[in-house]
């Protein structure tokens, strides 16, 4: 037992750090939503991410199977695993910017940013689309890191529980400080083209990216903190 524990808080480490990009895409899209839906989607978002990994873990044996070469174009071996990285990479880029947009051009020009009624199914069905790609990622770096399934089955359930508790404080502060979420969204297409490259064999460490965006993140509440003394001071 004590042999399988440092495997297991290593991969609960891994899987709640990978589970940011989860958290921060949920929570952009529930900011969208009425004050009463938001939390619906971010238990319905994280709940489904749960039975998708659970559910892919059931699979493990067609899990490992998306790891092997499907066809070759270009000199690129494009697996099951690769295309699906593919397309999550180009959705999330496609999203972060069009948010991106949204924020600054459309906003600047005081047109309608509220979101359409009934539009809790389109998000929901967005997340459903990221929690895949995610899901999948996350499952094949299980599968790399231990061999005990109750290891990954308990790792999965863990991670969810402290995204579940992590997702409405992230989601709040987000949506309270605008500069942060235009930093949240430029993290988002990021990890868009880190999954896209990693669909073409071109690994782009994870460590680069969230060491930047966590030194960005520094400025920003460094930038926020002067902003606020600066003014404070005007108005003594």
């Not at 499952?139 to 231990?146: D, H, L, Q, Y």
Request: hydrophobic content about 55%.
């Amino acid at each position: 037992m004590t042999e399988a524990l440092i495997p297991l808080l290593s991969l609960i480490a891994l899987e709640v750090i990978l589970g940011i990009d989860n958290i921060i895409f949920i929570s952009i899209l529930a900011d969208k939503l009425p004050e009463n839906q938001r939390n619906k989607l971010r238990y319905w978002g994280i709940g489904l991410a749960m039975i998708m990994r659970l559910s892919l873990l059931a699979l493990i044996s067609w899990i490992l199977k998306l790891d092997k070469t499907l066809f070759t174009f270009a000199d690129v071996d494009f697996t099951g695993k690769g295309l699906i990285l593919i397309i999550g990479g180009l959705f999330l880029i496609y999203k972060s910017t069009k948010e991106i947009y949204h924020k600054t051009e459309i906003a600047n020009s005081h047109e309608s940013a509220l979101p359409k009624k009934g539009s809790f199914r389109k998000l929901l069905g967005e997340v459903i689309i990221l929690d895949l790609v995610f899901s999948i990622d996350s499952i094949i770096t299980a599968v790399g890191m231990v061999n005990e399934l109750w290891v990954m089955y308990a790792a999965v359930i863990v991670t969810v529980i402290i995204m579940l508790v992590a997702s409405k404080p992230i989601s709040e502060f987000i949506s309270k400080h605008p500069s942060f979420k235009i930093l949240a969204l430029c993290f988002l297409l990021m990890i868009g083209v880190s999954l896209l490259a990693e669909g073409f064999h071109f690994e782009i460490p994870k460590g680069y990216i969230y060491f930047s965006m966590a030194f960005a993140f520094l400025v920003d509440v460094i930038q926020m903190k002067t902003v606020k003394v600066n003014t404070t001071t005007k108005n003594g």
